[in-house]
DNA sequence: ACTTGGTACTTGCAAAATGCAAGCGCAAAG
DNA sequence: CTTTGCGCTTGCATTTTGCAAGTACCAAGT
C-alpha cells in the first residue's frame, strides 16, 4: 500500500483501485470467471503487459486478489477474489448500470437487463456465486 | 470526450472517471454542499490547481457537472450536478461503504452509519435531495 | 536430448499524466 | 487606485503509462 491521502473511505478506496485498470481486472474475474494472467491479457481493452503485472501485485497486496499456482501445471497461477474483493461486487454492479444508462453504444445485454430490472436481487444472487469461489 | 477502449459499460465508465480525483469532486459537491472552485481547493486530499481546473472541465464536458456564474459575483463561477452527475450518487455510496468497512482509521460518521443500516434508504433520501439542485 | 509452445513475467525507452510553485487576469471591495 | 478574492494558466520536475522486445520457467512432443 502507499499513501493514503485523507481518511475519507471514498478517498481510501480511490486510493487503492481508483485507476483505469484495477476494476476491470476485477470484473474479468468476478463476471467473466477469468483467473490468470494471460486471460486477463486478452480482454478487448488490451491491457499492456508491464500494467497488468504491476495492478496483479497491488490487488494482491491490498488482499482483494488471491494468488495460487495451479494444480496441474507450475508455471501457471490462479488468481481468485477474497472476501474483500468479492465486496467490490456492488461497485462494479452500479459502474454497469451507470455506463450503460447514458452510452448508447454500451447495449445492455443480459446481465445489464436484469440490473436495470431488480439490482439488489442480481447483487444477491452473484454474491451467493461468489461466496463459493472465495479464497483468503 | 476522449477515447474509449471497449463498449464494456465499466469501460465507458472509467474511462470517464476511472481516476484519483473525479470522483473526490463529485463527492464534494453531493455530499459536502461544495460548488466552487476555491472551496474544491479546501479539502484535505489537496487537489492540485492544475489537476483541478482540468477535472472540472472534462466532468463539464462529460455533462456531469453543469457551470454557471455566480449571480453576486461576475468572476465566480457555481457547479452542479445534472442528472447525470446525480446518478453517480449508488456508485460514491458503494464506495464510501466498502471503504468503510475495510479501513479500521476510517472511521464511520453518521452517514456511514446510516448507510450500514439502511443503504438504500440513504440513497433514496440524498436523491431526493439532490433533486431540488440539478442543473442542466 | 532438443525443440516447440504456453505461461508469466521484466526491461528499456518514449509519451502522457501528475504534482508543485509561481504568476496572471479580472472583478469587487475598501 | 490599491488590495483582496477567485479562477485559473504556465513551466518544469517527477511519476505513471504504453509499447515492443526479451527473459525465465515448465511441460509436452519427436
Redesign the pocket.
Known sequence: M?KQRSDCPISCSLDIFG???SLLIIRDVMLRGKC????FLKSEE??????L??R?ALLEAAQILS?ET?PD?????IYRLTQKGADLLPIIVELMDWGARYHDHCPRRELGKKIKKNKAAVIDEYMQRLKEQIRS
Not at 36 to 39: G, L
Request: hydrophobic residues 30%; without cysteine.
Open positions: 502507499s485507476d483505469k485498470w490468470s494472467y494471460s486471460e488490451k491491457i499492456a503487459t508491464n500494467i503485472s504491476s496483479l494468488k495451479a501445471n507450475r508455471s501457471k497461477f
